[in-house]
């Protein structure tokens, strides 16, 4: 099928082409129905807008896209994305720009709001997290032609710019670190296992556990404080339990360690906890936290920075951010003899 037309779309939703061309570049003219008719009807069509015609009729909008795939409770409970959102945010201020968030409940609607947004000539570029494995979102965008930065590895970012931190040496470096102090039975809280960047983290885990030699256990969640603390009673009431647990976030490790002190335990006498992102939450606990540390507001900026570089004609590039690195602290300890 050819470029799909404003006149083919104008036909498929009864009106003229001048309300397909109102609905569609944002502009009064058109009822909110006849909009929305409009707009669905151009998604099913898979409807994408003429490069030139958009570079001719439109100046930059001054602002930038990011859509998070997450209940709204998540996101505001979890410190990664508060870090990451003001790094992108100060980067942003410097340069007049806005931060266009959309928060949506999957990966459907997240495209959809692509779709919208490239149509509207809304944002001049978007910041894609939460990587998935032969993710959809990247295809379309190349399809839209929209500018993005992928925040993850360039193994799943199908040469498009990404900003990555090294999940797979952080692994190694926090597994590494529980084995060293003797604990031979080690379980993992993950995150869900179609995220790209907790699908390098299970590979990586595996890897390594078989290289020294330790038994490894692993349950995935979505992040959330509940379900990382559902994991966390299920390890440790389990017959053999963990003496060791690597978390994939500062959330679910908080809310973990609460489990363990209700139910009697301490930590690290009878179980070592490691968080990752390090934010101010594993300083804050009693004991502190073990983490896998980096600088998330920075890696929000160097994100912000590198979608700035693309709409000034940088080539799409890989960057690495960083490698987290292990900060101990109270909660490591050897296993209980």
Known sequence: MGRVTIKEIARRAGVSK??????????????????????????ELEWVPNRAARQLSAARSETFGLVLARTAK????????????????SVLGEKSYALALQVVPDLQEEMATYRK???????????????????PRIPLLRKLELP??????????????????????????????????GHKVIARVAGPPEHGHVWIRDQAYAAVGRRLGVQLRIRHTDFSGEEGAAAT????????????????????????????????LKSP?????????????????????TAMSHNI??????????????????????????????????????PHA
Not at 18 to 43: D, H, W
Not at 163 to 181: C, I, K, P, Q, Y
Not at 240 to 259: C, E, F, H, K, W
Not at 305 to 331: E, W
Request: aromatic letters at 6%.
């Open 269 to 289: 006498d009878d179980v070592t906890l490691v968080a990752w992102d390090d934010s101010a939450l594993c300083r804050l606990t009693h004991p502190t936290l």
């Open 148 to 181: 993005a930065v992928i925040v993850g590895d360039p193994v799943l970012a199908d040469g498009l710019t990404s900003v990555w931190t090294d999940g797979r040496s952080a692994m190694n470096a926090a597994v590494e670190h529980v084995a060293s102090l």
């Open 18 to 43: 001048g309300a397909v061309s109102y609905a569609l570049n944002n502009q009064p003219g058109v009822s909110e129905a006849t909009r929305a008719r409009v707009l669905k009807v151009a998604e």
């Open 74 to 89: 998540t996101l505001s409970e979890e410190p990664f994305y508060m870090g990451f959102v003001g790094g992108v945010e």
């Open 117 to 135: 947004w490239a149509a509207e000539r809304r944002v001049d570029g978007v910041i894609v997290v939460d990587l998935r494995v032969d993710d």
């Open 233 to 264: 009673r299920e390890l440790m009431t389990a017959e053999q339990r963990p003496t060791a647990i690597i978390y994939d976030n500062d959330l679910m490790a908080v809310a973990g360690l609460s489990v363990v002190n209700g139910l009697g």
């Open 297 to 334: 507001v920075a890696y929000g900026a160097e994100v912000a920075k590198r979608l700035f570089g693309l709409l000034d004609g940088a080539p799409a590039a890989a960057h690495l951010y960083s490698t987290p690195v292990l900060v101990i602290r109270d909660s490591s300890g050897p």
